[in-house]
């Protein structure tokens, strides 16, 4: 009996500690994208970037290819130079998914900005970017 419940103790720690991992894992890449954003370090960011990612940004909407979207990027933070990037919200999603929202401040232009990003190996990348300029 003790040897049992000290397998089965086991394996619930092993549980337990892997999905803390995982946990803080996606928390730390979910504050690295929020600091590059801060920054507008589109060459950074790209390299979080799935190699398909999904971007809707002024001017550019669809499913593009990591090379794509970081030129995407580069020109929005070119036209858009951050001023301030704030992260309002993160939680869990499907799939192991983190979703987060912030607000990106450039000049006059305001932006509610989403990201997702999903497990990949031990990394997690952003699988969905969006900008929405606010009125």
């Known amino acids: 009996m003790n040897k049992s419940f000290l397998v089965l103790f086991s394996l619930l720690a092993f549980f337990f500690c892997s999905s803390s991992a995982s946990a803080q894992g996606s928390q730390l890449a979910t504050d690295q994208v929020a600091g590059l954003l801060k920054r507008g370090d589109g060459s950074r960011l790209a390299i979080m970037l799935n190699s398909r990612v999904d971007l809707d940004l002024p001017g550019s909407i669809g499913i593009y290819s990591r090379k794509q979207a970081e030129e995407i990027l580069k020109a929005f933070f070119k036209r858009y130079p951050p001023d301030d990037f704030i992260l309002k919200h993160s939680g869990q999603s499907g799939e192991k998914?983190?979703?987060?929202?912030?607000?990106?401040?450039?000049?006059?232009?305001?932006f509610r900005v989403y990201y997702l990003l999903k497990p990949d190996g031990d990394a997690f990348l952003i699988h969905q970017l969006r900008f929405e300029q606010q009125s």
């Open 97 to 110: 998914a983190t979703y987060s929202i912030g607000h990106y401040q450039s000049g006059a232009h305001q």
